[in-house]
C-alpha cells in the first residue's frame, strides 16, 4: 500500500513539474473600452512574419512608413507586441520592426545574429533601436558591435554590463533550472503584485497585459542568461561616442537597482536622461504618452555629431578635388593656420592656403574623422590626411553660427614616416 501512494505522489509531482504555464487573455482582464485597449485589438489583426536563423524561428511584426526605421527590443518577459502602443504612435512617419526573441536564444551573439538577419530581409541599413530592460542590455550590445548602423540609441530601464545582478541571483539560477514551470510562474505571479504593480500605481493596464505575456521555463532561463552576458564597451571611441543616446528611467524601479540606474549613466556621460516619476518598470505601457512625447522630441532632434561630420566631409571633398568653391563654404575665411617649421610656429593665412589648394587634385587621399567633441555650438574636431607619402594630423576648431558649421582654425602636423 505504501509503494502505491509513494508511486502516486512521485507520478502527481512528475504531472505537476511538467505543466506548463497558462497565458490569460488580456480583453478577459481588462474590461475598459478605451484607446489602448483599441489599439491593441486592432494590432493583433495585423500580421506577423516569421525567419529563420540558425534553426531558430523568429516572429517579428514590421510596418509604418517614413525613410527612418525603428526598431523595438523587447525586455526579458516580453514580446513583439509590448510596443503596440509605440507603434501605434511612430507608424506613420517611420517604418517600425518589433520581434520576439526565440526561447533557444541563450546570449547576446545569437541575438545581434538574428537581429541582422530581419534587417537583412528587410532592407534596412541604418536604424535608432529602442531597448528596454534586457533589450535595453541587447542594444548596448548592438552599439558596440553595429555602430556604424545604430543612428540613435535608446536604453529605457535597463542596466550596464555588470556582475551585481549574476551575484544576488547565484542560488536562485543554481535552483530554477529544477523547479516545476508552475512554481516559477507562480513566484513570478507574486513579484508582479508584490513588487511590479504597485511601482506602477497598480495601473489597471499594465495589470491586465503583463499575465498574457508568454511564458516557459526554458525562456525564462535563456533570457536570464542574455542578461548575465558580459561584454564590455568603450563609450569614448568616436564610433560609438557619435552615436546620440537617451537613457530612460524610473526613480522606483523595482527590477533596476538605484546602483546599476546610477553605473548606467556614468558609463554613458553624454547620454541624455530623462527620469519618470513612480512609474515603475514598464513606463511605455502605464505612462505611453509620456514615454511617446520624449520618445519623440529624442528621434527628430538633429544629431550634432552628422551635422558637424558634413563640414568636416565637405572639407575631406574639397581637399580631394582641390574645389576652392567648396574650400571656402567650409571655412571661415578670416581663419588661420597654424603649424611647426624648424622648430617654430609658422602661421598660414586663408587666402594662401586657398591659393595652395585651388585646383591641387588629391583622388588617392585617404581622409578619416578620429575624433569630435561638441560643446554648445562649439566643436573640436581631429583627423587624419594620408597621402601616398605623407600622413597630417589636422586639429580643427569649429564654430556654429546660422544653423551651420564652419572651421575657424586649423592647427596641423606632419606624422613621422618609417623613412624619417
Known sequence: MKTKVFLIIIIVLIIIYFIPVQSKNFFDLYHKKDS????????????????????????????????????????????????????????NDF???????????????????????????????????????????????????????????????????NDEIRKENKVK????????????????????QNKILPAAQNDSLLAAFLPTLPFSKKQFINRYRVVIDFFTINPSVYQIKRI???????????????????????????????????????????????????????????NPYQQVEKTLNNYFEARKKGNLNLMKKVFYEPSLL??????????????????????????NLKTRILNVSIQNNMAFAKTLFEYHENSYLDFLNLIKAQNNWKIVNKNFTKLKSQND
Open 244 to 302: 546620440p543616446k537617451l537613457i530612460m528611467e524610473s526613480d522606483n524601479d523595482p527590477l533596476i537597482s538605484p546602483n546599476l540606474r546610477k553605473e548606467l549613466k556614468a558609463l554613458y556621460p553624454d547620454a541624455q536622461v530623462y527620469t519618470f516619476h513612480k512609474a515603475g518598470h514598464f513606463p511605455y505601457i502605464n505612462r505611453a504618452d509620456e514615454y511617446n512625447r520624449v520618445l519623440r522630441k529624442f528621434l527628430e532632434s538633429p
Open 173 to 192: 539560477a543554481q535552483i530554477i533550472p529544477y523547479l516545476p514551470e508552475m512554481l516559477i510562474g507562480y513566484f513570478g505571479n507574486k513579484s508582479l
Open 338 to 363: 597654424f603649424t611647426t617649421e624648424n622648430d617654430t610656429i609658422k602661421t598660414i593665412g586663408i587666402n594662401q592656403y586657398f591659393q595652395m589648394i585651388d585646383g591641387n587634385k588629391n583622388p
Open 95 to 161: 517604418k517600425v520592426i518589433s520581434y520576439t526573441l526565440p526561447e533557444n536564444v541563450d546570449n547576446l551573439n545569437d541575438a545581434l545574429e538574428g537581429i541582422k538577419a530581419i534587417l537583412k530581409k528587410e532592407n534596412v541599413d541604418k536604424f535608432y533601436a529602442v531597448g528596454t530592460s534586457m533589450g535595453g542590455y541587447i542594444t548596448q550590445y548592438l552599439v558596440k558591435n553595429m555602430p556604424d548602423r545604430v543612428e540613435k540609441a535608446v536604453f529605457g530601464n535597463t542596466f550596464p554590463p
Open 36 to 91: 489602448a485597449a483599441q489599439s491593441l485589438s486592432e494590432f493583433y489583426k495585423r500580421p506577423t512574419k516569421t525567419l529563420m536563423i540558425n534553426g531558430n524561428e523568429w516572429k517579428y511584426y514590421v510596418g509604418g512608413k517614413g525613410n527612418k526605421t525603428i526598431l523595438f527590443i523587447h525586455g526579458m518577459g516580453g514580446a513583439y507586441d509590448l510596443w503596440w502602443q509605440q507603434i501605434k504612435e511612430f507608424e
